[in-house]
């Protein structure tokens, strides 16, 4: 029984059609019909009440540029690269959101992000590169989904090819020759049509049964206690979100208790007297359309013979500690014993009543 804490949950009003894996092509125009090909990961691109957010274009054709470079330079037709271990956050905020023109982004992230050692981990400690690594992909990520970003922002991890390919840009950019066609350099190419508004996007739920026991035979008589978990997820580049913990720790969660609770219901002595209903639902950031969905399918009987319903959210976030909210305070005696419990047992003021 937990529920998240802070980190709200996006409401989408309305998402695109993302593209999860486009190549690009990285021509080196100086060598003629050289090319090479690198995954390449699009940043998400949605609007919440109507309010455009995310990238707004997929196709790319332009030359590849690096940084630092010059103030006041033209690059509304360079795409820059960065390497995730020189993005400097406060300058790429202040670029995005003073409205600079840019002809792309091409972020490059560490192949191995537990592995990926920057000041911290050079020094020797290992853990604290990794935690630093993480908390500023997850400040990167924060930035890059709340803002507009009027050009295409891709994500590649990082790898021989892309890094020959990016010194090759440095040392060209250090000439202080433009990249054009003429002075040589590379040109990065996605050729892909424009995302377009998904009318409906698919929204499927899933849902399992486990009867109770009664005693006169009617289980339509006996309360019923539903334990839901979102299992999708969100994230700057959907197609890298693995989402472990939003929701992918819930629903482990979920799947265990209705492993444990069939072994108990197969056998009449431990049937509870209480039917279960256990629900996975999608569009969890879009709206919680893949409840709403559920619930709506649920036939008024049904409805009204649940007792209590047991969310599991993102229960990964936190060592040992367990997150309750309630959406009232809870009047069942069960839920009430199970809330004061936890509440006795805090450490600090972490859990609240919604
Ligand atoms: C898990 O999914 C729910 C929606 O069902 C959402 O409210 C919550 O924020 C998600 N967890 C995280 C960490 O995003
Ligand atoms: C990051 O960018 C800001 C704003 O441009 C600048 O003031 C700051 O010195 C930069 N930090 C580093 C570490 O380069
Ligand atoms: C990633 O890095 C960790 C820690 O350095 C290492 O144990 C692991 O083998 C690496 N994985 C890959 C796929 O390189
Ligand atoms: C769910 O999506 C449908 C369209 O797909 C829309 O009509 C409905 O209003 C949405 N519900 C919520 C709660 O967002």
Known sequence: MAGSKGREGEMLESIYSVLALVFILVACVELGDAATVVDVYRLIQYDLAGVPFGSRLASLNHHAGSLPFAPGADLSRTVV???FREVNITF???YIMQRQPLGGLLLLLPQNISSESREEAE???RNNGKELIRSELAELEKLLVHVNI????????EDDKITAVLADVKTNDATGQPATATTGGYKLVVSTPEPK???SPTITNIQGWLPGLKADG???QLPTIAIVASYDTFGAAPALSVGSDSNGSGVVALLEIARLFSLLYSNPKTRGRYNLLFGLTSG???NYNGTFKWLQSFDQRLRESIDYAICLNSI???DDELWIHVSKPPENAYIKQVFEVSHYQRKSHKNYLK
């Open 81 to 83: 690269i960065i390497p």
């Open 92 to 94: 790429l905020r202040d």
């Open 123 to 125: 020094e020797g400690d």
């Open 150 to 157: 009027p050009y295409p922002v891709y994500f590649a991890f």
């Open 197 to 199: 508004k998904l009318a």
């Open 218 to 220: 009617d289980v339509n």
């Open 284 to 286: 969890g950031p879009y």
């Open 316 to 318: 990964g976030s936190w």
